[in-house]
Structures are given as C-alpha cells and as structure tokens.
C-alpha cells in the first residue's frame, strides 16, 4: 500500500524504486487433513459405546443397593448389640457432648484400666432392637449423641471416678444385673460397699446365729442336769436317815 501511495504522488524517475516495499503473500492452504477412520476402528467405538442408563433405572439399581448394604449392615450391629447385652452385667448410657479426640482415647485408656470398654451404637439400630428385647425400657436413654460404657462385672463407682474429670460426658442411665437404672440410682448403688464385704457381713451373721442356736440348744439340757444333780444332792441325806430311822424302830 505504502508503494503504491509512493508511486502515485511522487514524480517518477527512471531507476528509481522504494526503499521499503510491503509484499502481500496469499494465505496458505490447509494441509492438515483428518484421516478418516480405519473400519475396524470404528467397528471397535462402536462396540466400545458407552450407554448411560435411563434415570429411573439408574435410580431404581442405586436404592436397591443402598438397601441391601444397609440392611446387612444393620444386621451386623444388631449382633454385636445382642452379644455386647448377653456378656456384659453393666451397660452405662452416657451423653457425650463434643468430646474431642484426645479425651475419648484418655478417656478409654482410664477405664480399660477397670476392664471397662467403650462402645458406639447408631441410636436407630439400638432402638430397633430394644424394642423386641427385655430391656424396652431403655429405649428412651438414645437420644442424640450416646456413648455405651460396658463390663462384665458391675463397676459404677469406678466410672463415676473417671467421669468427673470430662464434664463434657452427661451420665444418663444404667443397665446393672438386668435392672434399669437412673441417675440417681446409680449414685446410691455406687455407695454400697463391695460384693465380697457384703458375702462376709452375712457369713458372719449367719455364723453367729448357729452359735446362738447350738449355745441356746445345750443350755436347757445343761440347766436340766444341774438342776437335777442339785436336787440330788439335797435328797440324799435324807435318803440315807430314813431307813436307820426304821430299822431302830423294829
């Protein structure tokens, strides 16, 4: 453009040429082509297609899934539910109220110390299964976040100990030797003394009873024969000076 403005204005001059001159080249062409598709490639998508499901179907497939996993899954804990309840004479129902983790592991680490262990149970699945259990009554303990304390031999005093450094944990309810338990109940049980004094305050008593019995059962026969040797005693003077007394006589 610039020479052709140049050679329009200016005067021509022979010899003369730009010193600049703007060379328009044309665009060029195209020179890559797809190739088209091999047939046994294409044979191959085709066969390899992916199909999405329609979306009921899809719907239908996923819930069906989702029921059957969670339906054996429920399963599952019921028994463990049912096998923690058979082997353990003390279940505590303790609401826990943002317990972090450092404290739960302090927490479990004190009471395994008294063979007591820590269990979580979803509360629906705890629920469906005291309701067909003899112990519905502890249906309404499972509200919110619940945490289970159980042991094979009954220690309420030592859980009441350790739940006194973690505020955080609300102690709710107990289930002890098949017997439900409030609060207050498990306050007065755990200051009863231990099974073992209480087996030994009631030997002793009975103990002492057989004395008293066996004591009791000599004493009258004892009375009885000192009686007797005293009426004797008193008796035999007697005896003897009647029958002198009569052989004089004769």
């Known amino acids: 453009m ?4 140049c050679f329009t204005f ?4 022979a010899g003369w040429l730009p010193l600049r001159q703007c060379v328009r080249y044309g665009s060029k062409a195209v020179t890559r082509h797809r190739k088209p598709v091999h047939f046994f490639k294409q044979k191959l998508l085709a066969i390899t297609e992916y199909i999405p499901p329609k979306p ?22 019921k028994r463990e539910v049912q096998v923690t309840f058979q082997q353990s004479k003390m279940i505590v129902v303790v609401q826990n109220n943002a317990t972090t983790t450092e404290d739960m592991l302090q927490l479990r680490h004190r009471l395994h110390k008294h063979d007591v262990s820590v269990k979580f149970f979803p509360n629906q699945v705890m629920r469906d299964f005291l309701s067909d259990s003899m112990h519905k009554n502890m249906k309404p303990l499972f509200i919110g976040s619940t945490v289970l304390f159980v042991s094979k031999e009954p220690k309420l005093k030592e859980v009441l100990q350790i739940l006194k450094s973690f505020p955080q944990l609300v102690l709710v309810g107990a289930c002890v030797d098949d017997t ?3 609060r207050q109940g498990i306050m007065s049980y755990s200051k009863l003394p231990p099974l073992v004094t209480v087996q030994g305050q009631v030997l002793g008593g009975l103990s002492l009873l057989s004395s008293q019995t066996t004591s009791m ?7 009885l024969s000192a009686l007797l040797q005293q009426y004797l005693k008193q008796r035999g003077p007697s005896q003897e000076t009647g029958p002198e007394a009569q052989d004089s006589v004769a």
Do not use: G, N, Y
């Open 10 to 13: 200016l005067p021509k001059q």
């Open 56 to 77: 009921e179907e899809c719907s239908r497939v996923s819930s069906t899934r989702e029921t059957k996993q969670d339906s054996r899954m429920t399963a599952f804990i």
């Open 180 to 182: 439900l338990m409030s």
């Open 2 to 5: 610039a020479a052709t403005l």
């Open 217 to 223: 059962l000599h004493r009258h026969p004892a009375h």
